[in-house]
C-alpha cells in the first residue's frame, strides 16, 4: 500500500488528467487523443505504485539503470504497467533497453537505429519508436537535426527495418514552445507519422493544443525532483 507520504499524488495525478481534458477539449480533440505518460525519474518505486493505485498504468524514465533497479518487480506484478524510455539512449544499452522498454522516444542517429534493429532481432522483442528531433538545432542537445530528420525516417524505415510512429522534442526552456510544437507537428504530418510526444509539467497544455498525443508529465504528479 502507498504511504501517506505518497498521498497527494492521486490528487496531482486527476488535476493533470482534468488540465489535460480540458485543452484538448478546448483544441476540439478527444479526451483520450492523449495519454499521460507520468515521468518517474528520481522517484521511488512506492511513489510510481502510489499512482499505479490511482489507476496510472504508463511511466517514463529517462535512464536504462534507474529503469531497470525500479520497474521489473513492477512490471511483474502490474502485467498492464507500459514503460516509455524518454532520456538519451548508448548504443551499448540498447539491448537493455529493448529488453525492458515498451516505447522509446529517443532515436535520434543512425548509430543507434543499427544497434537498435540489431538489439530487437537478438531479443526477439520490438519496442514501439519514436524520433527524437533536435527542434531549435541546439548543438549540445540531443535529437535528429530538423532539417535531417526526413532522410532519417526513411533511413530508418529502408535501411533498418524500423518503423517509428512518432516523433519527440522538448523545446528550448524559456522560450515559447508553441512554433516548436508545430513545427515537429509538420515533421511528422509529411511524414506520416501518427504520435506526437511533446509537453512536459510546465507546457503541456499548450502541446496538447497543438496536437500532442504523448504527454510526459513528472514533477506535476510526483512534485518537485531532489537535485
Ligand atoms: C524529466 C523529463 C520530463 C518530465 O519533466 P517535468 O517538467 O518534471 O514534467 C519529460 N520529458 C523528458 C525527456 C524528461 O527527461
Given at each position: 500500500m502507498p504511504t501517506a507520504a505518497f498521498a497527494p499524488i492521486a490528487e496531482r495525478l486527476a488535476a493533470v488528467r482534468a488540465r489535460i481534458a480540458e485543452a484538448a477539449r478546448r483544441a476540439g480533440r478527444?479526451?483520450?487523443a492523449v495519454s499521460l505518460v507520468a515521468?518517474?525519474?528520481?522517484?521511488?518505486a512506492a511513489a510510481v505504485e502510489a499512482a499505479i493505485a490511482a489507476g496510472q498504468r504508463v511511466f517514463g524514465e529517462n535512464r536504462v539503470q534507474e529503469a531497470e533497479a525500479k520497474f521489473p518487480a513492477l512490471k511483474a506484478r502490474y502485467p498492464d504497467l507500459r514503460l516509455h524510455l524518454v532520456g538519451p539512449l548508448q548504443t551499448n544499452k540498447a539491448r537493455n533497453a529493448v529488453r525492458l522498454f515498451d516505447v522509446i522516444h529517443t532515436l535520434d542517429r543512425p548509430r543507434l537505429a543499427e544497434a537498435l534493429a540489431r538489439a530487437m532481432d537478438q531479443e526477439g522483442r520490438r519496442p514501439t519508436l519514436l524520433v527524437e528531433v533536435n527542434i531549435d538545432a541546439e548543438?549540445?542537445?540531443?535529437?535528429?537535426?530538423p532539417e535531417a530528420a526526413d532522410g532519417f525516417i526513411a533511413d530508418c524505415r529502408a535501411r533498418w527495418r524500423l518503423a517509428p510512429v512518432g516523433l519527440m522534442c522538448i523545446p528550448p526552456a524559456g522560450a515559447d514552445p508553441a512554433p516548436h510544437f508545430a513545427r515537429l507537428a509538420a515533421i511528422a504530418e509529411r511524414n506520416g507519422l501518427k504520435e506526437l510526444s511533446m509537453g512536459m509539467s510546465d507546457d503541456f497544455e499548450i502541446a496538447v493544443a497543438r496536437g500532442a498525443t504523448l504527454a510526459r508529465i513528472g514533477t506535476a504528479i510526483f512534485g518537485p525532483r531532489e537535485r
Open positions: 478527444p479526451a483520450d515521468i518517474s525519474k528520481t522517484h521511488p548543438p549540445q542537445k540531443a535529437g535528429i537535426a
